[in-house]
């Protein structure tokens, strides 16, 4: 029982870790920043979700798995909303003012 | 050659990168978000150096709030002086380098020079801490064996405030801080600020509580406590109070004003300035971290909200 659950909990990080490079590919290679954005956010929380569904077989019950799961989400949450706020700044004109821009060469 | 090893080698030259680019980012937006990750990776270093009370600091102060500031300041500039034109000589440059580098190299060559094992005080702080009837010894030596400089450290933070608060312009005093303009409502900052904020100070108050006995304390609560406010100004669901409101000064002297007095107390309870007397140690000590952690969070929020402007403000500028 104890060898099943390592193996599940190896295989699940190793997926997990899987999709933050996927993750990061995308972030490095997309065209433009909506498809960057695209990349990074849903893999990460996959990536994310996989990591902690491994760990909760190696950590004590209920407080340390109910601890990870509550990061999970709480990342869900941050990483939702902080993809719709650049995906905003990125689409629209009224934020050009406070951009920095290169200097001229 | 072990695997902690290779993440310890890995996670140094990555920092090592990260400074370098950082200080050669073309754009001060560019250098800011450099230092913010920078500031994150420090934490993870203090985590493997089994230092988590300050790599909890580290993130929250050092990354996330001084990188805010240092944000704010970024996009305030004025376009003139945003563009890196180098403002000084090639010669003033090359003195700057030479000098951080010998500080650079001056601090590293006390490092490896201390005699093995380094001196350290660890052993005497374990073996008085049950009388602060703290388990934390992080805290111990915070609130008690060296309470002066926490004492200290907490009015600086006042008087930061006081700083930025002398920032104003002279139609402004007495006003609301200016510099958080709300986003638009709707938006999905709106939900996360209506959905954090009770997770955000429910964690703020554990890490304060947890202090006594786990990584965690004053400064560290705060920090959360004033991220939550600062998320729900930002968003625009709760306006920064005037600077003029008694209640908002009061918190904010608080922290420092009980933990002077009780350090004042002391002086007859416990025979010294900032010794308390045994049997109340562990309750006195709770006392001081709570006001602490308010008065914190008032003044880290308060830095953020930035100096008070007139009302009209807001319309004149972009």
């Known amino acids: 029982m104890t060898l099943a659950l390592t193996l599940f909990t190896l295989i699940a990080i190793s997926l997990g870790a899987i999709f933050f490079l996927a993750g990061t590919v995308g972030l490095l290679r997309f065209p433009d920043t909506l498809t960057r954005l695209h990349a990074l956010t849903k893999a990460d929380n996959l990536g994310l979700g996989l990591i902690v569904l491994g760990l909760l077989p190696q950590v004590d019950w209920p407080v340390g798995g109910l601890k990870l799961i509550a990061v999970w989400l709480v990342v869900l949450l941050a990483g939702a909303t902080v993809g719709q706020l650049m995906a905003k700044a990125a689409r629209s004109d009224a934020w050009n003012g406070s951009t920095d821009l290169e200097p001229p060469r | ?318």
């Not at chain 2, 090592?16 to 937006?29: P, Y």
């Not at chain 2, 003139?80 to 403002?87: E, F, I, N, V």
């Open chain 2, 1 to 318: 050659m072990s695997a902690a090893l290779i993440v310890d080698l890995g996670l140094t030259l990555l920092i090592l990168g990260l400074g370098v680019w950082t200080v050669a980012a073309r754009s001060n937006n560019g250098a800011v978000v450099g230092y913010i990750a920078y500031g994150l990776l420090v934490a993870l270093v203090w985590v493997r150096l089994a230092a988590v009370d300050v790599a909890l600091t580290e993130a929250a102060i050092g990354s996330g709030l001084t990188g805010l500031l240092l944000l704010g300041v970024a996009t305030r500039l004025p376009r003139s002086a945003r563009l890196t034109r180098p403002p000084t000589g090639l010669g003033t440059r090359l003195l700057a380098g030479f000098l951080s580098a010998a500080v650079a190299g001056g601090l590293a060559a006390v490092v490896l020079l201390l005699p093995d094992p380094a001196p350290t005080l660890a052993p005497s702080v374990a073996a008085n801490l049950p009388a602060t009837g703290l388990g934390n010894p992080v805290t111990g030596v915070l609130i008690a064996f060296r309470a002066i400089d926490t004492l200290l450290e907490s009015v600086v933070l006042v008087f930061a405030i006081i700083g930025v608060w002398s920032l104003a312009p002279k139609d402004g005093w007495g006003e609301r801080p200016g510099w958080l303009r709300p986003a638009p409502l709707g938006s999905a900052l709106t939900l996360l600020a209506q959905l954090l904020p009770p997770i955000g100070i429910l964690v703020g108050i554990h890490l304060f509580w947890t202090g006594a006995t786990a990584p965690g304390g004053a400064f560290q609560g705060g920090a959360v406590l004033a991220a939550m406010w600062v998320l729900a100004m930002i968003a625009g669901l709760a306006r920064p109070p005037a600077v003029s409101r008694r209640w908002l000064r009061l918190m904010l002297v608080a922290g420092p004003a009980l933990f002077l007095t009780v350090g004042i107390a002391g002086i007859w309870l416990a025979g010294a300035f900032l010794a308390y007397p045994v049997a109340y140690a562990k309750p006195l000590i709770l006392v001081i971290e709570a006001a602490l952690t308010l008065s914190i969070a008032a003044a880290l929020g308060l830095l953020l909200a930035g100096p008070p402007e007139h009302p009209s403000a807001a319309e004149r500028q972009p």
